[in-house]
């Protein structure tokens, strides 16, 4: 269908390259296309429908987005609202969509609905969804705290019709795709942090040895620079848990306990990370002028999007086994 026909370790080199571009929009915008909309395509769709939706995106006419968020249901994906009522070979879809990555550009959604009225984990389907049908409303592009440069839609749906053959895999099989589908979105959002935090502690170091206060260098104090030493530790244990899970993954298997535990350290470390160093740049740290701050803004979204850190916490604890059982 156009790729390359590497495995998902390659997904996450390019990951943890694009850190090296200065804001996360960008990265984000990629992971999206590449990592979140199409996983589920990828696997569980029909060839008719990887041509028609597969092909382009990889080639890069087709920008696709993600349906899942909902203003009452963000990490809550079994409460979502949106529903797709089966009317003779077509799907009528009502309801909407909150905080969508590229919506307002997109040409295609990665759709999950309610199908039925079966129980929640079990009556939701995936829709590949036309971004020009009728009845589509992208009511307004939201103003972030950060991630600026990424567009960020609230969208409608009114009695939007399309063919049932857009079904990705299984009627009902929607949520159990969506779940693996975020195993892939939350490695890769790992991936693409690792490099702004070090090059933040870097720019910390330079601008802090330069940077003199009371006669000396603000570097030369014992608690900037084993702080700092302490949190470049850390990105590199990050590192080797996500490099732990890719080749796990690779190997075949369910990495959802180790994705979100890495994606979990990942919002802390990122919040950790921008928030120490922002405060070794003085005022200077406060403007807009420096990289530190774009990144205390744009990282901030590691601990929300894609599931929040207490959803991590509560995926890490039933793997564990210490929640109690229903």
Same mark, same amino acid.
């Given at each position: 269908y156009g790729g390359m026909g590497l495995d998902f370790s390659y997904n996450i080199a390019v990951a943890e390259e694009l850190g090296n571009i200065r804001c996360g929009g960008i990265t984000m915008a990629i992971g999206v296309q590449a990592g979140m909309a199409t996983p589920a395509l990828t696997r569980f769709g029909s060839d008719e429908l990887k041509r028609q939706f597969l092909v382009p995106t990889i080639a890069g006419d087709f920008v696709a987005c993600l349906g899942i968020s909902e203003a009452g249901a963000g990490s809550d994906v079994a409460n979502i609202?949106?529903?797709?009522?089966?009317?003779?070979?077509?799907?009528?879809?009502?309801?909407?969509?909150?905080?969508?990555?590229?919506?307002?550009?997109? &040409?295609?959604?990665?759709?999950?609905?309610?199908?039925?009225?079966?129980?929640?984990?079990?009556?939701?389907?995936l829709i590949c969804l036309p971004m020009n049908l009728p009845g589509i409303h992208v009511a307004k592009k939201i103003d972030k705290l950060g991630m600026r440069s990424s567009d960020t839609a609230q969208i409608f749906f009114e009695d939007v019709r399309v063919p049932c053959k857009n079904l990705i895999g299984e009627e009902g099989k929607g949520f159990t795709y969506q779940m693996l589908q975020f195993q892939e979105e939350r490695l890769w959002g790992v991936a693409t942090a690792l490099t702004p935090m070090e090059t933040i502690i870097q720019e910390t170091i330079d601008y802090t040895r330069q940077r003199k206060v009371f006669g000396q260098p603000v570097l030369h104090n014992q608690a900037v620079h084993f702080r700092l030493a302490e949190?470049?530790? &850390?990105?590199?244990?990050?590192?080797?848990?996500?490099?732990?899970?890719?080749?796990?993954?690779?190997?075949?298997? &369910?990495?959802?306990?180790?994705?979100?535990?890495?994606?979990?350290?990942?919002?802390?470390?990122?919040?950790?990370?921008?928030?120490?160093?922002?405060?070794?740049?003085?005022?200077?740290?406060?403007?807009?002028?420096?990289?530190?701050?774009?990144?205390?803004?744009?990282?901030?979204?590691?601990?929300?999007?894609?599931?929040? &850190?207490?959803?991590?916490?509560?995926?890490?604890?039933?793997?564990m086994d210490i929640l109690p059982r229903k």
């Open positions: 609202k949106t529903t797709a009522v089966r009317k003779g070979d077509e799907y009528v879809i009502n309801g909407g969509k909150m905080w969508i990555t590229s919506g307002s550009q997109a &040409d295609w959604m990665c759709l999950l609905a309610n199908t039925s009225k079966g129980p929640p984990h079990q009556n939701k389907s949190l470049a530790t &850390d990105v590199e244990l990050l590192r080797s848990l996500l490099h732990r899970a890719v080749a796990l993954y690779v190997e075949g298997n &369910d990495v959802t306990k180790f994705a979100s535990m890495a994606k979990l350290k990942a919002g802390r470390l990122t919040r950790e990370v921008t928030d120490s160093c922002l405060q070794f740049w003085g005022g200077m740290g406060f403007t807009s002028e420096v990289l530190v701050s774009r990144f205390y803004r744009d990282l901030r979204l590691m601990s929300i999007g894609g599931g929040t &850190d207490e959803t991590m916490l509560s995926i890490i604890c039933k793997y």
